[in-house]
């Protein structure tokens, strides 16, 4: 007989987003009539440019040419597309990347919940809280993180971003072995400043703890002070990985394209005390486990690098902004607090008199037709606080504000 993986059970029932769907869902068959207007998940709304969709065509007929048919492609990804990336992305920003150093690959969600398998399962993790959901359940699957009781998982080093603390994680007391940072982030819309992701990386490099640095939202950061990879502070290629995406940045959420940066120095230890590098390992498992991103869309990631798909995509990142600093201006006139919005596509709300999240999820649901994300679900922390999105189209961000205001006023 088989066995199941046990901490298989100990995952709540459903991942977040698939929570938020089904209870839309069931409201939606009791309430057919009702207009939705979905501001919840962070899926993008405008299409891709036409720079990518061209670059899809032209690899499209190239694939059924005789002379420039593709089968497998280099493990880490095509020279084209990664040549792009460290030209654009790291160079640009004064850091040295070598090709051997990046993996292309369909996804960042796959990457930094594939990561933790490189890790000893008794590894001690430490995620910032509220945080993408990913991190915690990929990490509960392999019987990393305990059991959850009331709500907190006891093996989970939490790091509180709240009010509090201006959204700005503390070092932990306790040590971790693994951390994961998220920035700018998601769900607060918050980000980290140079000295303090220096803090970070220092601290990271005197616990020999590895950070999981993801910068997926890093396009959106419009001050320039901000840094956009952590390998912007000295000495953090000997403690950080670092994973990108085209999904927000060009709008790939359907077409699947991503990256995750292992520097080849980066290394840890076996249990046993010998080093291993983590860029090897991580080969090793790619290799054998995965036959990398297709041609067509390595192509189509590789376009938004040229001058007309930097501009395009530029225009939607700006769309986006536009609609998150609407719906942040609109909620702080209301006299609420609201944060994000600014260097990140969120904006993360203090739910009014102290509703719990679930509970103005339902009050905006049922009385504005709105549809956002509730705190809880990006962990404990995150109670009492609710997310909305930029991603929606400027018509439904305008009309899901003037709905929320008169559900607010009621
Ligand atoms: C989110 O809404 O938090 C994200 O879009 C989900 C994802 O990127 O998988």
């Not at 990929?138 to 939490?158: A, D, F, P, Q, T």
């Not at 971003?161 to 306790?174: A, M, R, S, V």
């Not at 869309?297 to 995509?313: D, F, L, M, W």
């Not at 930029?390 to 205001?405: L, M, V, W």
Request: hydrophobic share 35%; net charge negative; charged share 20%.
């Amino acid at each position: 007989m088989a066995h199941t993986n046990k901490h298989y059970l100990d995952l709540p029932g459903s991942y977040f987003f698939t929570e938020i769907s089904q209870r839309v869902n069931t409201y939606k068959k009791t309430h057919p009539e009702k207009s939705i207007i979905r501001l919840s998940i962070g899926d993008v709304t405008r299409p891709l440019v036409p720079a990518v969709i061209k670059a899809l065509h032209d690899a499209t007929d190239e694939m059924g040419q005789p002379s420039s048919f593709h089968g497998y492609g280099p493990e880490h990804g095509y020279e084209f597309l990664i040549d792009e990336i460290i030209a654009n992305d790291y160079t640009s920003r004064n850091v040295h990347i070598e090709a051997d150093e990046i993996f292309v690959s369909d996804g960042t969600k796959c990457d930094i919940a594939n990561i933790q398998e490189l890790f000893d399962p008794s590894d001690t993790v430490a995620i910032i809280d509220p945080v993408y959901p990913v991190y915690i359940d990929s990490n509960v699957m392999s019987g990393r993180l305990g059991k959850l009781i009331n709500g907190i998982w006891s093996k989970l080093i939490y790091l509180p971003c709240t009010i509090e603390n201006n959204f700005i994680p503390e070092l932990p007391t306790q040590h971790p072995d693994i951390i994961y940072l998220c920035y700018p982030n998601n769900p607060t819309g918050t980000v980290l400043s140079k000295d303090q992701l220096t803090i970070w990386v220092n601290y990271a490099k005197k616990e020999r703890a590895i950070i999981l640095f993801d910068a997926a939202y890093e396009a959106y950061i419009t001050d320039p002070t901000i840094p956009h990879s952590i390998y912007e502070i000295d000495g953090a290629k000997e403690v950080a990985i670092e994973f990108r995406s085209f999904s927000k940045t060009a709008g790939f959420t359907g077409l699947r394209c991503a990256y995750t940066v292992i520097p080849k120095e980066l290394k840890a230890n076996t249990r046993e005390g010998n080093e291993q590098y983590l860029n090897m390992m991580w080969n090793r498992r790619q290799t054998t486990k995965y036959n990398g991103c297709s041609y067509i869309v390595q192509k189509a990631a590789s376009a938004i690098y040229t001058p007309e798909g930097r501009k395009q995509i530029q225009e939607s990142i700006q769309y986006y902004m536009n609609n998150a600093l609407i719906i942040q201006n609109a909620i702080t006139q209301m006299g609420i607090t609201a944060v994000g919005g600014i260097n990140a596509p969120y904006v993360w709300i203090k739910t009014p008199d102290n509703l719990s999240s679930w509970d103005f999820f339902d009050l905006l649901l049922q009385n504005a037709g709105v549809v956002g994300t509730p705190g809880i679900g990006f962990g404990p922390h995150g109670e009492g606080y609710f997310r909305l999105t930029g991603f929606g189209s400027y018509e439904d961000t305008n009309k899901a504000i003037e709905r929320i205001q008169k559900a607010l006023l009621i």
